[in-house]
């Protein structure tokens, strides 16, 4: 009975009522608080994934598993704005979409560019909505009746759209839509950091990209002079196989160094290395904000090849000073040496040999002889000589010259040798320059053969072709050429032989000849062995004829 009145009381008092509205409100509250913690769940990892170098995609795969269980949607789709344009990035999930990921959005009857325009949250139902626009196609394509279009803002700029859509109706609630707003908030500065690193990283590379482009060598030095970073062209012309140890820094380097880092100004000085390389250094300090200086850069050019240019055009200059210096010398002289042989010539005639006065006309006439051939060499190194081009046979003119100089070469006990090819082709040249050549390579062999000693001294003469040239070899078993003569042989008036018996002419001359006709001149030589001089003549050769 007792338990009867209790539940009657019970009843009567609304103490059961109460209990289960207790336990229901307990339940709401307890599934409010559940999706709260989710909520702040989601802004939580949306906050630990805000690494700059995370990518949007990586950002949204944090929290799209848990925001799925949280909100009703079927599809999510997150629109980034690049260079005025408004761009499909990602998509989940991955197969859905009728637009592929990357196409731009166009401005005009865009809902997505009107969300990001007004800066509005936009609902919008597909089914119950007359209105056209340029995602609405797409979207119902894709099975998609309510779209819910979420602005993405970071303080005033624009990032992109936020863009949710369901199948079916949605429950979304006012809760529901201050969460999302609040999660594109986030996800603005999430995205807006990554943006910005990837732009920073994009820059670093197309500055790492042209630092290692550029062909001369770049150094960056810190205070202490310690290489901070270098270029591909510091490492290839130093050959470093690795680290940052630059084997350049001679104590006068490090005194520009110092002096730039001092002075806050450029500076600059000629580097010769061991190796023969000439480099032009130039450094230039590198300042903060509060014009501190924090470091150097060593901008070092190789010039190697310019200096050799540049002592080549010295010397092309000289060559024509000379040459034109030498014509006139020679065109002054001509007249009274003329007059001086002539005479000698009538005097020798009426004079009899066994007159104490003929030895003295005769020496005359040798030494104006002399100087009229030093004058016709001086001639044709000045080019006042005539070039006429003909097809002729180096055969036929070695043989020429051997005509006139054999006799006089047997006297000195030298014995000639000729390997002529019998099948060498023509060459278009001057015979009569071509002679004076090989004339002039063969008195220099004598002369070195002479010089050496020897009991019995030999010259080969040579004739073959290779790669479309002809050719002459003179080699001799002479003195020999130091090895640093050899460069200046062929300059005008430079001679290795003794006092009186040579003008330096003969090889500026023949040089000068070879080059008129295309060909060159090569020489192999080595001390007390000998000397090979190679007169080398282009098979085809297109000549003007110079005066």
Same mark, same amino acid.
């Given at each position: 009975?007792?338990?009867?009145?209790?539940?009657?009381?019970?009843?009567?008092?609304?103490?059961?009522?109460?209990?289960?509205?207790?336990?229901?409100?307990?339940?709401?509250?307890?599934?409010?608080?559940?999706?709260?913690?989710?909520?702040?769940?989601?802004?939580?990892?949306?906050?630990?994934?805000?690494?700059?170098?995370?990518?949007?995609?990586?950002?949204?795969?944090?929290?799209?598993?848990?925001?799925?269980?949280?909100?009703?949607?079927?599809?999510?789709?997150?629109?980034?704005?690049?260079?005025?344009?408004?761009?499909?990035?990602?998509?989940?999930?991955?197969?859905?979409?009728?637009?592929?990921?990357?196409?731009?959005?166009?401005?005009?009857?865009?809902?997505?560019?009107?969300?990001?325009?007004?800066?509005?949250?936009?609902?919008?139902?597909?089914?119950?909505?007359?209105?056209?626009?340029?995602?609405?196609?797409?979207?119902?394509?894709?099975?998609?009746?309510?779209?819910?279009?979420?602005?993405?803002?970071?303080?005033?700029?624009?990032?992109?759209?936020?863009?949710?859509?369901?199948?079916?109706?949605?429950?979304?609630?006012?809760?529901?839509?201050?969460?999302?707003?609040?999660?594109?908030? %986030?996800?603005?500065? !999430?995205?807006?950091? =990554?943006? @910005?690193? #990837?732009?920073? /990283?994009?820059?670093?590379?197309?500055? +790492?990209?042209?630092?290692?482009?550029?062909?001369?060598?770049?150094?960056?030095?810190?205070?202490?002079?310690?290489?901070?970073?270098?270029?591909?062209?510091?490492?290839?012309?130093?050959?470093?196989?690795?680290?940052?140890?630059?084997?350049?820094?001679?104590?006068?380097?490090?005194?520009?160094?110092?002096?730039?880092?001092?002075?806050?100004?450029?500076?600059?000085?000629?580097?010769?290395?061991?190796?023969?390389?000439?480099?032009?250094?130039?450094?230039?300090?590198?300042?903060?904000?509060?014009?501190?200086?924090?470091?150097?850069?060593?901008?070092?050019?190789?010039?190697?090849?310019?200096?050799?240019?540049?002592?080549?055009?010295?010397?092309?200059?000289?060559?024509?000073?000379?040459?034109?210096?030498?014509?006139?010398?020679? %065109?002054?002289?001509? !007249?009274?040496?003329? =007059?001086? @042989?002539? #005479?000698?010539? /009538?005097?020798?005639?009426?004079?009899? +040999?066994?007159?104490?006065?003929?030895?003295?006309?005769?020496?005359?006439?040798?030494?104006?002889?002399?100087?009229?051939?030093?004058?016709?060499?001086?001639?044709?190194?000045?080019?006042?000589?005539?070039?006429?081009?003909?097809?002729?046979?180096?055969?036929?003119?070695?043989?020429?010259?051997?005509?006139?100089?054999?006799?006089?070469?047997?006297?000195?006990?030298?014995?000639?040798?000729?390997?002529?090819?019998?099948?060498?082709?023509?060459?278009?040249?001057?015979?009569?320059?071509?002679?004076?050549?090989?004339?002039?390579?063969?008195?220099?062999?004598?002369?070195?053969?002479?010089?050496?000693?020897?009991?019995?001294?030999?010259?080969?003469?040579?004739?073959?072709?290779?790669?479309?040239?002809?050719?002459?070899?003179?080699?001799?078993?002479?003195?020999?050429?130091?090895?640093?003569? @050899?460069?200046?042989?062929?300059?005008?008036?430079?001679?290795?032989?003794?006092?009186?018996?040579?003008?330096?002419?003969?090889?500026?001359?023949?040089?000068?000849?070879?080059?008129?006709?295309?060909?060159?001149?090569?020489?192999?030589?080595?001390?007390?062995?000998?000397?090979?001089?190679?007169?080398?003549?282009?098979?085809?050769?297109?000549?003007?004829?110079?005066?």
């Amino acid at each position: 009975m007792l338990e009867d009145k209790q539940e009657m009381i019970a009843l009567l008092t609304g103490v059961k009522s109460s209990k289960r509205n207790y336990y229901t409100e307990l339940k709401e509250t307890v599934g409010q608080l559940r999706k709260k913690n989710m909520q702040l769940e989601i802004i939580s990892e949306v906050m630990k994934s805000m690494k700059v170098d995370m990518s949007p995609e990586e950002i949204l795969q944090n929290v799209i598993e848990k925001l799925r269980a949280l909100i009703q949607f079927e599809r999510f789709g997150l629109l980034l704005l690049h260079d005025s344009q408004l761009i499909l990035t990602n998509v989940y999930p991955k197969d859905s979409y009728t637009l592929e990921v990357g196409t731009p959005i166009p401005h005009e009857n865009s809902l997505y560019w009107s969300a990001l325009n007004k800066r509005q949250t936009i609902f919008q139902d597909l089914i119950e909505e007359q209105a056209s626009f340029y995602e609405k196609p797409h979207l119902l394509e894709l099975g998609i009746s309510t779209v819910l279009i979420l602005p993405i803002y970071s303080k005033k700029k624009r990032i992109g759209i936020l863009s949710i859509g369901c199948r079916g109706s949605s429950d979304w609630g006012i809760d529901d839509l201050a969460f999302l707003e609040q999660l594109t908030d %986030h996800l603005a500065v !999430s995205i807006e950091n =990554a943006q @910005l690193y #990837n732009e920073v /990283l994009r820059g670093k590379q197309q500055w +790492e990209d042209t630092f290692k482009a550029v062909n001369d060598m770049i150094i960056v030095f810190d205070e202490e002079l310690r290489v901070l970073q270098c270029n591909d062209a510091v490492r290839e012309f130093f050959q470093m196989e690795g680290g940052l140890d630059v084997p350049m820094l001679h104590e006068m380097h490090k005194e520009l160094l110092r002096e730039t880092f001092l002075s806050k100004k450029p500076g600059y000085i000629e580097v010769y290395f061991p190796n023969g390389s000439i480099c032009e250094m130039y450094t230039y300090p590198v300042q903060n904000n509060e014009q501190q200086v924090y470091g150097v850069i060593a901008y070092i050019k190789d010039v190697t090849e310019k200096r050799k240019v540049e002592l080549q055009l010295q010397h092309s200059g000289k060559l024509a000073a000379i040459g034109e210096m030498a014509a006139g010398i020679a %065109h002054e002289l001509n !007249s009274p040496l003329t =007059a001086i @042989l002539g #005479n000698a010539q /009538l005097l020798l005639r009426s004079t009899a +040999e066994q007159n104490a006065s003929f030895t003295l006309l005769k020496d005359i006439h040798s030494c104006g002889s002399r100087c009229k051939t030093i004058i016709k060499s001086l001639l044709t190194f000045s080019r006042q000589d005539e070039y006429l081009f003909s097809p002729c046979s180096l055969n036929e003119a070695i043989g020429q010259v051997l005509h006139l100089l054999q006799g006089q070469l047997k006297q000195q006990r030298i014995t000639i040798t000729q390997l002529l090819e019998p099948s060498l082709p023509l060459v278009e040249a001057s015979q009569s320059q071509i002679e004076q050549v090989i004339i002039n390579l063969l008195l220099n062999a004598r002369d070195a053969i002479e010089e050496k000693s020897y009991e019995r001294g030999e010259i080969v003469v040579r004739t073959f072709w290779e790669q479309d040239c002809a050719c002459i070899s003179i080699s001799d078993n002479g003195i020999g050429i130091e090895e640093n003569r @050899l460069s200046q042989i062929f300059h005008p008036f430079y001679t290795t032989k003794g006092v009186g018996k040579g003008t330096g002419l003969g090889l500026s001359v023949s040089i000068g000849i070879a080059k008129a006709h295309g060909g060159a001149i090569e020489v192999h030589s080595r001390v007390y062995e000998g000397s090979t001089f190679t007169l080398r003549l282009p098979l085809q050769f297109v000549h003007h004829t110079e005066v």
